[in-house]
């Protein structure tokens, strides 16, 4: 089975094209082609996602990033796809809010014979909705011109799918013990959810109000440091760690380290780092010792919260995922932490370059979806859904 792969939730414009033999969750997955551009310059003057240049950006990268799959798959060829003009009519109006886009994806189909897909996966949520939107609709279009399915797939289910794929090793899934918690922490998500089996998803905590990607974006703005922040705090801790800077803020706080059930909260955390640098010029000891006082209590909050829900629910397994996962940092204290409780938890971080956004995480879940199925609806019926949540 060949699938399309389309993510554009945020600010990564990813399409794959991943080639699956065997059922869930015994299947091996192999990346055929990625294309894959992160818009990080587009948004690094506002500090954050801004949705409509997010959008924008999805609608000129999208056809660009299908070529680039494509021709790494080996799958591209020259020729035309033969369309109707009801066929240029539909496209144009399954893309009618993304005119742009609908002109590249003709004048592309004109130059290219397209290979036959089994499956399109395409993340409807949650996420940004302009940004959504443009992914469901060229998948929409796709599916029109190829006569292929679609399967809608939640964002968070790649991402904790994305943690288990193990791609030194088989290209598959670890077939991992349940029951599972899965600790997800990106740019617009924290939350610890319960896996009971396969598929099967509870959501047992989350976030109160700002996500803790969130929280490292907010405080690197506060440091002068570029977007996104959490590559440049880890980076300058990492040197204040080694260096043995004393503290610059005392104590900042852990919210609901003790609130007794599985919530977070982060924005308090950002507000005593606001408090604590006030208006003041920082030199640059000063930032690292920040930055490193910052991901300690962090770190405290999400290690304390998780091991809570292992031993709540007797957790085998703990799947850490999403976007922060990328941390050497959290890693490195999860898996020492982790190996020291009297819990038999086995920990699973994501490959690096599988921790951030990407579309083979998407393939994998719904692929996953669709052998379960828990899906089928029609094509047609298919909307983003920003608020997308696993239950
Ligand atoms: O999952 P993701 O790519 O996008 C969303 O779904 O939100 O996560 C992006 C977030 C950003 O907030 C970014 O600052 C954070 O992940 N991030 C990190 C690191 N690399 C990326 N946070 C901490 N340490 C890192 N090394
Ligand atoms: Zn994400």
Not at 105 to 132: M, R, S, W
Request: aromatic share 8%.
């Amino acid at each position: 089975m060949i699938i399309l792969s389309i993510e554009t939730s945020c600010d990564e414009t990813a399409v794959s094209l991943i080639k699956v033999e065997g059922d869930f969750p015994h299947a091996t997955y192999e990346i055929l082609g990625t294309g894959l551009l992160s818009q990080t310059e587009t948004h690094a003057p506002y500090g954050g996602v801004f949705p409509s240049l997010a959008k924008r950006d999805h609608i000129q990268n999208l056809v660009p990033m299908f070529k680039v799959a494509l021709c790494e798959a080996d799958l591209y060829e020259e020729g035309a796809q033969e369309i109707t003009h009801d066929d240029e009519q539909r496209i144009r109006e399954i893309l009618e809010r993304e005119t742009d886009l609908a002109d590249a994806l003709l004048d592309f189909i004109k130059q290219t014979k397209l290979p036959e897909f089994d499956l399109i996966t395409v993340t409807n949520g949650p996420g940004l909705a302009p940004a959504l939107w443009v992914g469901v609709n060229f998948a929409k279009a796709m599916s029109h011109l190829t006569k292929t399915p679609v399967v809608p797939v939640d964002h968070m289910e790649g991402h904790i799918l994305a943690s288990i794929y193990d791609i030194e090793e088989d290209d598959a899934l670890t077939q991992i013990e349940f029951p599972a918690v899965a600790l997800l922490i990106s740019g617009g998500h924290t939350e610890l959810v319960l896996m009971k089996q396969w598929s099967q998803y509870e959501k047992i905590g989350q976030t109160k109000d700002d996500a803790v990607g969130e929280a490292f974006d907010k405080v690197a703005r506060l440091l002068g440091l570029p977007y996104p922040g959490g590559p440049e705090i880890e980076r300058l801790a990492s040197e204040a760690r080694k260096e043995n800077i004393p503290s610059f803020i005392d104590s900042l706080p852990r919210p609901m380290l003790h609130s007794g059930d599985l919530n977070f909260s982060f924005s308090g955390l950002k507000t005593a780092v606001r408090y604590g640098v006030a208006d003041r010029d920082l030199n640059s000891d000063e930032i690292k010792s920040i930055a490193r006082d910052f991901s300690d209590a962090v770190k405290d909050v999400l290690i304390t919260k998780t091991e809570h829900a292992v031993s709540d629910f007797g957790a085998r397994t703990l799947i850490v995922g999403g976007g922060v996962s990328a941390s050497q940092f959290l890693r490195d204290e999860f898996n020492e932490h982790f190996l020291h409780t009297s819990s038999d938890v086995t920990v699973y971080f994501p490959h690096r370059s599988f921790s951030t956004d990407n579309a083979v995480m998407i393939a994998l879940a719904g692929h996953a979806k669709a052998m379960t199925a828990r899906s089928g609806s029609s094509v047609d019926l298919i909307r983003a859904d920003s608020n997308r949540t696993l239950s």
